[in-house]
């Protein structure tokens, strides 16, 4: 059974820091791995998706790298800003099934 | 530019009585999904479907029961709500071509 892990499950950073949110997962048969955004009370938005074949994706200041044979991705943020405070959570789709499994989220509090 | 709408997003209800949650895609998205999202607990998959009139149970699919009788709706419905059953439910369709996976904005259900 594929499991994801998140760590650290909070972070609080000053303004204008860069920083890595980290995802691990236990079966290195996926698809792909996405990651998301999430805003109190709001839905899941898609930051970047990552197909397996994939090493890394860029959106802005948003950087995702993928290491498919040790189950890691990363998130990096350039220059945080009080905006980007939220919850992130990756998911990956498994090659042989249509389902995500989601990690538990990385709160992530950037004070100005 | 809907994307996926859920409907209702707030509802309270007695325990014992029943209800409907409504999704809607304008995608044309094969697979949907609904999820709930606990404190602690992460997003767990309750049923999904791989295209018109297919469902299959995922993770915590016990006292739900889903419809997926056109392709742009998926239906949730709870016979007999539990207090256990309080959660967010968000839906979610997913483009198959690339993976990713796009999110309603989510239905709160307090059961008391």
């Known amino acids: 059974k594929q499991e994801v892990t998140q760590i650290p499950a909070a972070l609080s950073v000053p303004e204008g820091e860069n920083l890595v949110l980290n995802c691990s997962f236990t079966?290195?048969?996926?698809?792909?791995l996405q990651w998301f955004r999430q805003d109190p009370g709001k839905g899941l938005t898609s930051l970047l998706l990552?197909?397996?074949?994939?090493r890394e994706q860029t959106s802005g200041r948003l950087n995702a790298s993928l290491d498919k044979s040790s189950g890691r991705s990363t998130l990096y943020i350039a220059a945080s800003q009080p905006g980007d405070s939220a919850t992130y959570l990756c998911?990956?789709?498994?090659?042989?099934?249509?389902?995500?499994?989601f990690g538990k989220g990385t709160l992530l509090t950037v004070n100005p | 530019n809907a994307g996926v709408t859920q409907t209702p997003k707030f509802r309270v209800l007695k325990t014992g009585q029943s209800m409907t949650l409504l999704c809607a895609q304008d995608?044309?998205?094969?697979?949907m999904y609904w999820y709930r999202q606990d404190p602690g607990m992460g997003l767990r998959l309750i049923h999904y479907?791989?295209?018109?009139?297919?469902?299959a149970k995922g993770e915590v699919p016990d006292g739900y029961n889903v419809s997926r009788l056109k392709k742009q709706n998926f239906l949730l419905g709870l016979e007999s709500a539990a207090p256990s059953q309080t959660s967010v439910y968000f839906c979610?369709?997913?483009?198959?071509?690339?993976?990713?996976?796009?999110f309603g904005e989510g239905s709160r259900l307090t059961v008391l």
């Open positions: 998911a990956v789709w498994g090659g042989s099934n249509y389902k995500l499994t």
């Open positions: 990552i197909q397996s074949s994939q």
């Open positions: 479907s791989v295209g018109e009139g297919t469902t």
């Open positions: 979610a369709s997913c483009d198959t071509n690339t993976g990713e996976l796009f």
């Open positions: 079966d290195s048969a996926i698809y792909n």
């Open positions: 995608m044309n998205h094969e697979y």
